[in-house]
């Protein structure tokens, strides 16, 4: 059984008619629509696991976003060394996502093997695609491999005893989402595979997709899992999941620890 924690670092503006795939299509009013930008601590007595990783201070504020806090100084809240963590699932490639890889010299890594062949393939160069990645983050990504620190994904792998990656593609094409279990029941960590709650809970598809058809089976996994009594989903970038749960500190929050009502 694991503690589960979101740990915010950074944050954008931004509205609902930006963020979702031809908004239009709803007939209603555009509204605001910030996003938070985190990264995931799953840890018990023996394992200490992050899923993504943040993105790199320095090279975020040419891109025009608001880097909070650093994510080792998160860790740092927590208790944590960058030392102590033993694996990092990386969901997909994106910068916010893989920006810190060099930081964890004990950790192995898992990706999935679609996510890595596209962008170290012929397609990743093209603009319409390779502008929501980096190609120093990627390298160094695809350099774990050549440490043997790299494990890739197909399908559903076993991370950890008590936690889990599934590839289920749609906003990116290696796109993964982690299933932790803890004392409380499982927590699903979408990571973008649902920015938002009503993403998922509306069928409103993100803006920012490899495969339309992909990301709607990707949120009937998650409404699926939703279903389940035992079972909590947590978007990748929703502010409301800083007010769901209990604040371990200003920027971070136990997932284990839902707000009544």
């Not at 555009?30 to 696991?49: G, H, I, M, Q, S």
């Amino acid at each position: 059984m694991f503690e589960v924690f979101a740990l915010r670092y950074g944050s954008t503006l931004g509205t609902k008619a930006a963020r979702y795939h031809r908004f239009e299509t709803y007939a209603e009013p555009d509204a605001d629509a910030p996003l938070d930008f985190y990264f995931w601590l799953a840890r018990n007595e023996a394992k200490t696991v992050l899923v993504d990783c943040g993105y790199d201070d320095v090279r975020t504020k040419a891109r025009g976003y608001l880097q909070a806090r650093r994510p080792v100084d998160l860790l740092a809240e927590m208790g944590v060394r960058p030392a102590d963590v033993d694996h990092v699932v990386l969901t997909h490639f994106h910068f916010d996502h893989i920006g810190n890889v060099d930081l964890f010299p004990n950790a192995t890594f898992s990706v999935a093997r679609a996510e890595l062949e596209f962008w170290t393939g012929p397609l990743a160069d093209r603009p319409h695609l390779n502008f929501a990645g980096d190609p120093a983050e990627i390298k160094a990504v695809a350099s774990l491999g050549e440490q043997e620190r790299l494990v890739l994904v197909e399908g559903t792998f076993e991370v950890v005893p008590g936690m889990s990656a599934t590839v289920v593609g749609g906003h990116t094409l290696g796109q993964m989402i982690a299933t932790v279990s803890t004392g409380s029941g499982e927590i699903v960590l979408a990571s973008d595979a649902a920015h938002l709650y009503e993403e998922y809970e509306m069928d409103r598809p993100y803006w920012l997709f490899a495969d339309l058809p992909a990301m709607y089976r990707a949120y009937e996994i998650l409404r699926e899992a939703e279903a389940r009594s035992d079972a909590l989903v947590i978007p990748g970038h929703d502010p409301g999941v800083m007010h769901r749960f209990h604040r371990v500190s200003p920027d971070i929050v136990d997932l284990t620890r839902p707000i009544a009502g």
